[in-house]
C-alpha cells in the first residue's frame, strides 16, 4: 500500500494549547479510556455468569483502594465524555458556537462531571 | 446514492443519545452493585426492565466506540497497512464484547 505521507489532523505537535482545546483531547481521551471502562463492565457480567468464585474475586478487586480508585476515574470519565458529548449535539445542532459560551459551557461541563461523580460516590 | 460518511456521522450522534440515560441508569445502580455480594448482583437482574437496560447499554456501547475509535485512527493514523489491521481489531473487538455481554446476561436469566 502507498505511504501516506500528507499532514494529520489534528496538529496536536503545533497547536497553541487553549481552554478550548484542552477540553476536546480530554474529550477523545475519554473516550478511549471509557473503552477499558466497557471492558471491565462485560468482564463483570462474564464473572458474574462464570459464579461465585469468579465474581467473588473480581468483586475483591473492585472494593479495594486500587479498585475504588480505577472506579471512581472511570465515572468521571464517561459522566465528562456524556456532558461533553451533549455540549458537542447542541453545536451539531449550531447552538453554542460563540466563543463566550463555548467556554462557559466547557466550564460548566468540567464542574457538572466533577459534581455528579461526587454524587454517585459520596452521597 | 448512499453517504458512508453521513451514516457514519448520524449513528454515531443517534448511539450518542441513546446512551445518555442508559448510562445513567448504569452509573445509579454502580455503586449499590459494587457494594453487594454474588447474590445481590443475580437480584439486579431478576427484572425486565434491567435486563433491557444492560442488552441495550451492551449493543450501542459497542456501535457508538467502534465509530468513535475509528474516528480517532482516521486522524492520526498515516499508515495505510497499519489503519486497516487497527481497525480490524476496533471491528472485532467491538463485536465480541457486546456478544460476551449478552451470552454471560443469558447464562445469569436462565
Do not use: D, E, Y
Given at each position: 500500500m502507498e505511504k501516506n505521507s500528507?499532514?494529520?489532523s489534528p496538529h496536536i505537535q503545533i497547536y497553541k494549547w487553549q481552554f478550548s482545546s484542552l477540553l476536546s483531547i480530554t474529550h477523545r481521551m475519554t473516550g478511549v479510556i471509557n473503552v477499558a471502562g466497557f471492558f471491565l463492565i462485560v468482564l463483570w457480567i462474564l464473572f458474574l455468569a462464570l459464579g461465585p468464585e469468579y465474581y467473588n474475586f473480581y468483586q475483591k478487586f473492585l472494593r479495594s483502594f486500587v479498585g475504588k480508585f480505577i472506579l471512581v476515574g472511570f465515572t468521571w470519565s464517561f459522566v465528562y465524555h456524556m456532558f461533553n458529548g451533549?455540549?458537542?449535539?447542541a453545536w451539531d445542532f449550531g447552538y453554542g458556537y460563540e466563543i463566550k459560551t463555548a467556554n462557559l459551557s466547557g466550564i460548566i461541563v468540567l464542574f457538572l462531571?466533577?459534581?455528579?461523580?461526587?454524587f454517585i460516590w459520596i452521597i | 446514492m448512499k453517504n458512508h460518511a453521513l451514516n457514519k456521522w448520524l449513528i454515531q450522534r443517534v448511539s450518542a443519545i441513546v446512551l445518555i440515560p442508559l448510562l445513567l441508569f448504569f452509573l445509579h445502580s454502580l455503586v449499590d452493585l459494587v457494594n453487594t455480594d454474588y447474590t445481590g448482583a443475580l437480584d439486579f437482574f431478576d427484572n425486565y426492565l434491567s435486563i433491557i437496560i444492560f442488552t441495550l447499554f451492551l449493543i450501542f456501547g459497542a456501535l457508538h466506540l467502534k465509530l468513535g475509535l475509528g474516528e480517532i485512527i482516521e486522524d492520526y493514523i498515516q499508515d495505510g497497512g497499519l489503519k486497516v489491521?487497527?481497525?480490524?481489531?476496533?471491528?472485532?473487538?467491538?463485536?465480541?464484547?457486546?456478544?460476551v455481554g449478552i451470552?454471560?446476561?443469558?447464562?445469569?436469566?436462565?
Open positions: 500528507g499532514p494529520l451533549i455540549r458537542h449535539l462531571s466533577i459534581l455528579t461523580t461526587f | 489491521i487497527l481497525n480490524k481489531i476496533i471491528m472485532l473487538t467491538s463485536a465480541i464484547l457486546p456478544i451470552v454471560s446476561l443469558i447464562i445469569i436469566i436462565l
